[in-house]
């Protein structure tokens, strides 16, 4: 028994040690396999690098054979003709080759002298030098050359929307984005190959478009527009519509036609029927265009003018044409230059700069620096000019985030950047406590700034109590003084006159209007003057006819009594003559004629000086009033120049009077004196002028003093001589480094993407040169004596007057500022987003949690119910029992009757 026992406790150990060593075999077995994995991949790897040295070497070889350079002599065989006779080969090379003056199927010897490298278009242009080979066979199968216009029925249509036309001698014409149209068309041939050829349809008006079917372009009603005879739509160029009232739509685009095209243009959301738009034609083919908006409402001729006038007298006001003189003028500026102003006798003249073209230069400068401003990129602004040194220091502080150098531009300051860290290192902590040192001092101003304000608007009752006893002691003294009673008694004189005068004005008003409503009557009157001079010259001309009349009447009168006589004469002499008596028969006849015409005009006569005295009358009252209102008026006019001169002398008086108030409000407002009940905005001006005044300046003041005792903290236990010596390096430091201190804080590829604003380029050489040689962006105020080609953006402008390069540069700061602003409202409304989409998946992530810790604490409580013992029905609860794998066994308690 004792021996079966040991073989059991034997194996048992047995056993036991077995266990541990499959352990181990086992991560045996799981390294090696882990080897062989790594193996096969570095094995994988030297293949597939193996293969890709291979392609690549073939590659080479391959380029080798298709490679092209400026100059080199290359073999080429024509397989096209273009339009010119120009060859295309586009089989050899990598790109085609265009050879002027060459034949197809010839082989040729040509020299390439340019290539083109176009984002769509890649092409070398060669010139001819041999022809090797000439081809005979190829001349005689083409009857067609390019930019020959056929007429052809298009009866083909390929899978992708190009006619096919056969031609003699199964050669084939090929027209893309054709129909099928009974009616001839006009084809102009633009390319010839050996087995067919290219060409695009002229007159596009007898097509219908594809695009849009039949029925609804009938009910289409397309927009026309006056365009200049000359305008060719074409890839790239721009309009001015206005969208009409009926326009269709189709998906997001609106349709319009001119000149023959159905034009394409793409929906925004800011864009509203009615509006004026600037169009720019991305797409032109045969039958359609597409188009896309540049601006909405775009400004007028008229604006645009207005706008360049204006911005052009500011210019001058700051004189930023004014150029160096004639021999400093650099070649590449004569492009800048306004040289009808030159005169032929002085040789060293004064330049003028065209300041058209520096607004121009300008406004593309400005759209630049938005752009990069928006993207959050920093400047560098650079000007040891002692013009420029002050404002460029403003300019990079009130930007925030750029850096500037003022005093010297010192070699390699950004190619050699590690050398300078190193210098600008030991400035950090004396830099790091004056500006700890400045923080506090603006803290304090911004506290005072805070407590000026209330102060005047809240509390002007305390303050005044204080001074309110003092005042009225002056003022008794005042009143008891003779000297003031004068005064007093002189202000109350010239009180009544003034009143006098103002009742005086009023009626003045009052007659005023009344002398307004006569003179309109004296309007109409002069009105009817004009009407009644009309007919009295028409009268007049009838009066000289009458006095005509009455004249021949006279002469006649006059003939009659002279042959009268004469025949009294005669009949004394000869009473018995027959003659006579037939003679005075007549006479007598004719007198009685004469009669009856002196009756009629005598009447006349009588008619018309009735009519005259009458109008003489009327005339009279009519003038009468108008003699009397001219006097009155000119008596009015003596009132009025009397009455501007008191209101003259009343005005200024109250100017100055207001001007002596605030002086004395200024002086009174250190002290807080006397606070007036004024507007908010004049507080903050009041405010604003206080600080500069009895504030600001003793904190200048207080800067400096402090700034002496930073380093004297840093020169503790050392001598005078060192202090002083270090003191002096430290300076010089901070005088030509603390521009760009702040720099070191940027990784040196942020320092790469900056971007240079440079003033004065012929002293800042070094600067210029650095930052070419990085790849920094540069915008230049150029000179007529600096190199335009040196920067990236120019503006030809005065770089020698302080308002010439303030007014550039105020422009420069309201872009850039406006540009941080808008990325710090987009930059916030993102965080926000983010911040919302975090919380609401938070939130979900709690709901998750929750519902699982639901589920569980359910299960938890069913496994309860299920494991917890069963209730008899004399209520005695059953006895759990465990097994040896811990399991329950219920046993319910038997009763003791059974």
């Not at 047995?14 to 181990?24: G, H, Y």
């Not at 003022?475 to 002189?490: G, T």
């Not at 200024?666 to 004049?682: D, F, H, N, W, Y």
């Not at 302080?802 to 550039?808: D, Q, R, T």
Request: include cysteine; proline fraction near 2%; charged fraction near 30%.
């Amino acid at each position: 028994m004792v021996s079966k026992k040991r073989k059991d406790t034997e194996n048992q150990n047995l056993v036991k040690k077995k266990i541990p060593n499959r352990k181990k075999l086992l991560k045996q077995k799981k390294f090696l396999l882990q080897k062989k994995l790594t193996l096969l991949k570095k094995i994988k790897l030297k293949k597939k690098k193996f293969q890709i040295e291979k392609n690549f070497l073939k590659k080479k070889k391959l380029l080798k054979k298709f490679q092209i350079s400026v100059g080199s002599i290359c073999e080429f065989k024509i397989n096209a003709l273009g339009l010119k006779n120009i060859g295309i080969d586009d089989r050899s090379k990598r790109y085609p080759v265009l050879i002027p003056n060459a034949k197809l199927g010839d082989r040729v010897k040509a020299k390439i002298f340019q290539i083109n490298f176009n984002q769509k278009n890649k092409y070398a242009i060669a010139k001819l030098i041999e022809v090797i080979e000439k081809s005979k066979s190829i001349d005689n199968l083409i009857n067609v050359n390019p930019g020959d216009i056929l007429e052809i029925n298009i009866k083909k249509v390929n899978e992708k929307g190009a006619g096919i036309v056969e031609l003699e001698n199964n050669y084939k014409l090929i027209i893309p984005n054709a129909q099928l149209d009974k009616t001839p068309v006009n084809v102009q041939i633009t390319r010839i190959k050996s087995k067919y050829a290219f060409g695009h349809i002229i007159n596009s008006s007898n097509i219908n478009s594809s695009i849009i079917p039949l029925h609804s372009q009938i009910k289409l009603k397309f927009f026309k527009k006056k365009i200049k005879e000359n305008f060719q739509l074409v890839q790239g160029s721009k309009l001015t519509i206005k969208i009409p009232k009926k326009v269709k739509k189709y998906g997001k685009y609106l349709v319009l036609k001119l000149k023959g095209l159905l034009i394409f243009l793409k929906l925004n959301g800011k864009v509203k029927i009615g509006n004026k738009i600037r169009i720019k034609f991305t797409k032109v083919n045969s039958n359609f265009a597409l188009g896309k908006i540049l601006k909405i409402n775009p400004n007028s001729l008229t604006k645009k003018q207005k706008i360049v006038k204006y911005s052009i007298s500011q210019m001058l006001k700051n004189g930023v044409h004014l150029g160096e003189n004639e021999s400093k003028c650099h070649a590449k500026m004569k492009k800048y230059i306004w040289l009808e102003n030159y005169q032929k006798n002085k040789k060293d003249q004064p330049t003028t700069i065209n300041l058209l073209k520096t607004h121009r230069c300008l406004n593309k400068a400005l759209n630049r620096l938005t752009k990069y401003a928006f993207k959050g990129r920093n400047f560098l602004f650079i000007g040891t000019k002692q013009a420029a040194a002050s404002l460029i220091e403003h300019a990079s502080v009130f930007t925030k985030t750029s850096f500037f150098v003022n005093t010297r531009w010192l070699g390699g300051m950004l190619t050699n950047w590690a050398t300078i860290c190193e210098s600008i290192f030991k400035i950090d902590k004396i830099l790091r406590e004056k500006q700890e040192i400045v923080y506090t001092l603006l803290k304090k101003r911004r506290k005072i700034k805070r407590i000026l304000i209330p102060l005047l608007r809240f509390r002007q009752k305390t303050i005044l109590k204080k001074f309110l006893a003092k005042k009225n002691q002056l003022l008794i003294k005042q009143l008891k003084s003779p000297k003031f009673s004068n005064f007093l008694s002189e202000q109350l004189e010239n009180r009544k006159q003034i009143l006098k005068l103002i009742n005086k004005l009023k009626e003045d008003k009052e007659s005023l209007n009344k002398l307004i409503v006569e003179k309109q009557l004296e309007n109409r009157l002069l009105n009817y003057k004009l009407m009644n001079s009309n007919k009295d010259d028409k009268l007049n001309n009838t009066e000289q006819e009458n006095d005509k009349l009455i004249n021949l009447a006279m002469n006649r009168r006059n003939q009659i009594k002279i042959i009268l006589n004469f025949l009294l004469v005669k009949k004394i002499d000869s009473e018995a003559n027959i003659s006579n008596k037939l003679f005075i028969q007549l006479i007598k006849k004719k007198i009685n004629f004469i009669r009856k015409d002196y009756k009629k005009y005598s009447k006349l006569n009588k008619d018309i000086i009735g009519q005259k005295e009458s109008k003489l009358t009327k005339e009279k009252k009519t003038t009468n009033p108008l003699i009397k209102a001219k006097r009155n008026i000119k008596k009015i006019f003596k009132f009025l120049s009397q009455k501007k001169k008191f209101s003259r002398v009343g005005f200024n008086l109250k100017n100055l009077k207001k001007i002596f108030l605030l002086k004395k409000f200024l002086k009174l407002l250190p002290l807080l004196k006397r606070v007036a009940k004024i507007s908010q905005r004049k507080l903050k001006k009041i405010a604003h002028i206080c600080m500069k005044k009895f504030i600001d300046l003793p904190l200048r003041r207080s800067f400096k003093k402090v700034f002496s005792y930073v380093y004297k903290d840093f020169l503790l236990g050392d001598s005078k001589k060192i202090s002083s010596s270090q003191t002096k390096k430290w300076k010089r430091l901070e005088k030509y480094l603390g521009g760009i201190s702040n720099m070191t804080k940027i990784s040196e590829k942020a320092i790469y993407k900056n971007v240079a604003i440079i003033i004065g380029q012929k002293e800042e050489m070094n600067a210029v040169r650095e930052c070419k040689k990085l790849g920094l962006e540069t915008f230049h105020i150029v000179d007529t004596n600096c190199n335009p080609t040196l920067a990236d953006h120019i503006i030809p402008a005065n770089d020698d007057s302080k308002n010439s390069i303030k007014y550039i540069l105020h422009k420069f700061l309201v872009r850039i500022r406006l540009a941080q602003k808008v990325r710090k409202n987009i930059d916030s409304k993102k965080n926000q987003a983010l911040l919302r989409q975090k919380a609401r998946l938070q939130i979900k992530k709690n709901q998750a949690l929750l519902r699982q810790k639901a589920r569980l604490q359910i299960k938890k409580n069913q496994s309860n119910k299920k494991s917890a013992p069963l209730k008899d029905s004399n209520n005695k609860k059953s006895v759990p029992l465990k097994d040896s794998n811990n399991k329950l066994i219920l046993i319910r308690p038997i009763k003791k009757n059974q």
